[in-house]
């Protein structure tokens, strides 16, 4: 997925197969046109165990499960997921 999101352009669209990723990162990604993530299948999606979204733009996510298990003593309040001082990002 890394090497993915490295080579990405404007307007073009990520297939991910069914699997877990991990946390994902995008931080300062910005582009001039949308960009598509999505799972190649929505029956049997990707997942993101977090997902963080900082000073981007024009980011779709489809179809991907973001899904996260607390460790045992961490707090109630811990953040799976953010999305900061970006624009037109959006989840579907």
Request: hydrophobic share 40%; charged share 20%; net charge negative.
């Amino acid at each position: 997925l890394l090497a993915a999101i490295d080579k990405v352009k404007a307007g073009d669209t990520i297939s991910l197969a069914p699997g877990d990723y991990g946390a994902v990162d995008f931080i300062d990604r910005n582009f001039s046109s949308l960009v598509t993530i999505k799972s190649e299948d929505a029956s049997r999606p990707a997942t993101f165990q977090g997902l963080r979204v900082i000073n981007s733009s024009n980011l779709s996510f489809q179809s991907l499960e973001l899904a996260y298990t607390l460790p045992s003593g961490s707090p109630d309040w811990t953040q799976m997921n953010l999305v900061s001082r970006s624009t037109n990002v959006t989840f579907d």
